[in-house]
Structures are given as structure tokens and as C-alpha cells.
């Protein structure tokens, strides 16, 4: 059922496509520029780079730092709802890092907002500013824990500023360029509470089943308001048993049409086969014993896998040999081998998204 939702059936490879596949899939995590364009090429098979380019130009699909504080893409329809959710979640944690005594959140994004409203501002420029506007309205103090990653990461995060590239390699290059997104296209406000009703309807339709946990992680929002969220739903939720004992929610009216088998699919770091659910579910599609060989725990970063036969058997990336670019598979101890001669079909659709030719294929043991 989830596969099916995760690998949708979408007619045509252009930017209504691509926009299509990322409203179905909901905000897809994006640390890695190139993570939306491996995700459409491994979702949206013949949807090229340029395209997916296209539609960030046009923001169609918009990026930005939003749920749990880490970098998401999302529709142009459903960016309102994750800032809204995101800018309550975060509030806590941009209060106390800040040490704010004498102002509050709103008034340090209201800021933010100002600064980044009439132009695309980099990245050091609007951390600089605010380092000189704390010492000014709040304290030296203030000023000087900005110098801090954690600190300066959550006023660059507000989640009100759209990111992008300093030029159109929105695959290649670090999001160094933020501007308030109200300023960009039309916005209507969403009510956080509003917003997270929907929020929860997205991800039931994009990952479920799921269990209220994952949806309460995914959204970074506490049970209490995740609980009263699906009591808000109504009729339009379902609640199954797992063989597992556990209770999963689901839509009644269930998204349908996609792929249960989808075959081999490069997927992207961070993909929502892994990051849709809490760390404890994670066990859909791997063996949670073998999560160390995706996630690195030392640095956060999650690999780039390989699905087959509805499992994650491998992981992958891209490194270059001689002027030559290799593909490097790595297989997880524990599941099947990937034949070579699986990979022509994946290795063209991520060709195409990304703009590049892989020259061969390397397995490592």
C-alpha cells in the first residue's frame, strides 16, 4: 500500500508532472541539493533536469527549511502548511538559543523578514546583520551565541524565507540565498492548528498506513496536537491492526493507481521510504539492523539507496574514475545481490534528471 503511494502513476515528464509527484509525495527532505531530482528521476522515469529546474525557477516547487528544522522541497500548495507547523515547532528552540530576555521569536523573524524582503540576501550578509541587530535590540550576549552554528542555523531557518543556488544548479550547489517567500508569490496565512490537520492528511496519503507517532515526528509536532489533529479529521481516517499489534492509521478514501512492485529505483539520501516514519518504524523497507549502513551517525547524513523487489538492499553514489563517473553500488550485508544488467533503466532516468552520463558501474564488497 505504501509503495503504491510512494511510486504514483503520473501521465507526461513535464513541470505539471513533476509538480504533480511532489504534491502526491508531500515535502520531500532535501539536505542534498540533488536529493528532488534523484527522488522525481527514481518516481517520474523520463523527467529531465532542466524540468525539474524549470519548476523551481517558476517556484512551482519551492525550497526551503521548514519541518524539524532540515530542508525541504515542497508544491507551491503546500509550503503555507509546513511553515506554519514549522514556525510553531521551532519556537522553543530559537527562544533558548538566543537567550531572548528582552524581545521574543516574532519579533526576531519579524527581522529576518524585513531584512530579506525586497531582495535575494546571502546567506553571511543576513547573519551578519542579525548578529548587529541582536547586540543592538537584545544583548551582546545574544549577539555573540550567533556566532554559534546552532544558533545562526535556526535564524537562517525560519522557515518564511524561500532558499536558492546563487546560479541554476539547483543539483550542485549549497542554497546560499534567502528571501521572504510572501514576496515571491501570493500567500494566504494558514492557522497552525489548520495547517496541521492538512498536514496529517498529506502524510496518511504519501506514507501510510502509519501510526500517529510518525506522523507526530514527520511533522515535528507533539502527540497531544498530532492526537487532536486526527480527531479533526473525522470519518476521513481509519484505524487497521498490524500483524505487529500496533495501530496504523489510514485515509478511508485511500490514493490508488501506483506501482506495488516498482522495480529497481536509485533513490535519494534522506528518501521517505526511511524519513517518512520515526526512527522505531523504519523497519518497512529495511532491516533495522542495517541501518548504520545508510545512516551515519556521527554526521546525521543519510546515503543514497537502492530499492529492489520492495526492499532497500544497497546503497549507492556517484564517483568519478579517471575523468570517467562511476556508479558505485554498495550491497547490505544480509540482503540480495544486485544483478548488473538491473541497473541500465535507473542509471538512464537518473542520467537524464541530473544531466550526466555514467560511464560504468562499480560494486563494492
Known amino acids: 500500500m505504501t509503495l503504491r503511494r510512494q511510486f504514483p502513476r503520473i501521465r507526461g515528464s513535464g513541470r505539471p508532472a513533476v509538480v504533480e509527484l511532489i504534491n502526491r509525495l508531500g515535502p520531500v527532505q532535501s539536505q542534498v541539493p540533488r ?16 524540468t525539474v529546474c524549470a519548476a523551481f525557477d517558476a517556484f512551482e516547487i519551492v525550497k526551503a527549511t521548514s519541518l524539524r528544522g532540515t530542508v525541504h522541497v515542497s508544491t507551491r500548495e503546500h509550503y503555507p502548511l509546513v511553515d506554519a507547523v514549522s514556525q510553531r515547532t521551532l519556537t522553543s528552540a530559537l527562544r533558548n538559543q538566543l537567550r531572548l530576555k528582552r524581545l521574543d521569536v516574532p519579533d526576531v523573524r519579524a527581522e529576518v523578514e524585513r531584512y530579506a524582503a525586497g531582495e535575494w540576501r546571502d546567506r553571511a550578509a543576513l547573519l551578519e546583520h542579525m548578529r548587529t ?6 544583548s551582546p550576549e545574544s549577539a555573540a551565541i550567533m556566532q554559534g552554528l546552532g544558533a545562526s542555523s535556526l535564524v537562517r531557518a525560519h522557515s518564511a524565507l524561500l532558499r536558492r543556488p546563487r546560479d541554476g544548479a539547483w543539483d550542485r550547489r549549497t542554497d546560499v540565498l ?4 510572501s514576496r515571491l508569490f501570493d500567500l ?22 502509519a501510526t500517529r507517532r510518525d506522523v507526530a515526528w514527520w511533522t515535528g509536532e507533539n502527540l497531544t496536537r498530532v492526537d487532536a489533529a486526527i480527531d479533526r479529521l473525522g470519518d476521513e481516517v481509519v484505524r487497521l491492526r498490524g500483524t505487529d499489534g500496533v495501530t496504523y492509521l489510514d485515509l ?17 539520501e534522506y528518501d521517505g ?5 520515526a526512527p522505531p518504524a523504519r523497519s518497512r523497507f529495511l532491516n533495522l539492523d542495517h541501518i548504520d549502513h545508510i545512516w551515519f551517525r556521527t554526521n ?66
Open 35 to 50: 536529493a528532488p531530482f534523484v527522488s522525481v528521476s527514481a518516481r517520474l522515469p523520463g523527467a529531465s533536469h532542466a
Open 133 to 138: 541587530w541582536l547586540a543592538e535590540h537584545e
Open 178 to 181: 534567502h528571501r521572504l517567500a
Open 188 to 209: 494566504t496565512p494558514v492557522d497552525p492548528d489548520a495547517a496541521l490537520v492538512e498536514l496529517t492528511r498529506v502524510h496518511l496519503g504519501s506514507y501510510g498506513p
Open 252 to 268: 478511508a478514501y485511500r490514493p490508488g493507481g501506483g506501482l506495488s512492485d516498482p522495480g529497481v529505483r536509485l533513490l535519494p
Open 273 to 277: 521510504l526511511l524519513l517518512g516514519y
Open 300 to 365: 546525521g547524513v543519510f546515503a543514497p539507496i537502492l530499492l529492489m523487489d520492495g526492499r532497500i538492499v544497497a546503497t549507492w553514489r556517484l564517483v568519478k574514475v579517471d575523468r570517467q563517473l562511476h556508479l558505485a553500488v554498495r550491497p547490505i550485508p544480509g540482503e540480495q545481490g544486485v544483478p548488473a544488467d538491473v541497473l541500465a533503466e535507473p542509471i538512464s532516468h537518473l542520467e537524464k534528471a541530473l544531466n550526466l552520463t555514467v560511464d560504468d558501474v562499480d560494486f563494492a564488497r
